[in-house]
T-cell receptor
């Protein structure tokens, strides 16, 4: 089946710094990728829809200047948490679907971000 | 986005017994898909089963089966012969372009 990878799997950064998380579709092309955030014991919350070659679409309440998304190619989307603060500590997951294959989504393994 | 309702925040089940996890959805779109995913403590989302809105038969994948009742807009997951490794959080997810997530059900399998 299709595989989506994320890098890094864990990252610890200091408050005020920026951190980049990569999401790659390894064996298929994805025009659209999705970024989610998950707090402990809660469901995934959609943050934004990443569109290849165009601007991301952010969900209500998500700061676009805080969470920068770049979908530069059909296999790579990046999420950059800018000027991170401890409240940004969370589990971030991406998902992507194969073009022309309706409804199937493949999730990345997630990135655990800790801001100290 | 659709509203997905999982009414059971947590469940305990005895090893080797079956367990049913509830899920209801509210789309008015005739074309949609329903997934169940499992998320163990490691955090990875593991695909279990998929049901398309036009599928005539209920989906089955090994020990997992989906009780799809379209008129009631419910898509309950049945896990047969529970194993200790089934302890995890389970999400019901619907898609008609974006994914809509239920709140999840934490299943704990007891030996």
């Amino acid at each position: 089946g299709a595989v989506v990878s994320q890098h890094p799997s864990r990252v610890i950064c200091k408050s005020g710094t920026s951190v980049k998380i990569e999401c790659r579709s390894l064996d298929f092309q994805a025009t659209t990728m999705f970024w989610y955030r998950q707090f402990p014991k809660q469901s995934l919350m959609l943050m934004a829809t990443s569109n290849e070659g165009s601007k991301a679409t952010y969900e209500q309440g998500v700061e676009k200047d805080k969470f920068l998304i770049n979908h530069a190619s059909l296999t790579l989307s990046t999420l950059t948490v800018t000027s991170a603060h401890p409240e940004d500590s969370s589990f971030y997951i991406c998902s992507a679907g194969e073009e022309g294959v309706a409804y199937e989504q493949y999730f990345g393994p997630g990135t655990r971000l800790t801001v100290t | 986005a659709q509203k997905i309702t999982q009414t059971q925040p947590g469940m305990f089940v005895q090893e080797k017994e079956a367990v049913t996890l509830d899920c209801t959805y509210d789309t008015s779109d005739p074309s949609y898909g329903l997934f169940w995913y499992k998320q163990p403590s490691s955090g990875e989302m593991i695909f279990l089963i998929y049901q398309g809105s036009y599928d005539q038969q209920n989906a089955t994948e090994g020990r997992y089966s989906l009780n799809f009742q379209k008129a009631r807009k419910s898509a309950n997951l049945v896990i047969s012969a529970s194993q200790l490794g089934d302890s995890a959080m389970y999400f019901c997810i619907a898609t008609d372009y974006k994914l809509s997530f239920g709140a999840g059900t934490t299943v704990t399998v007891r030996a």
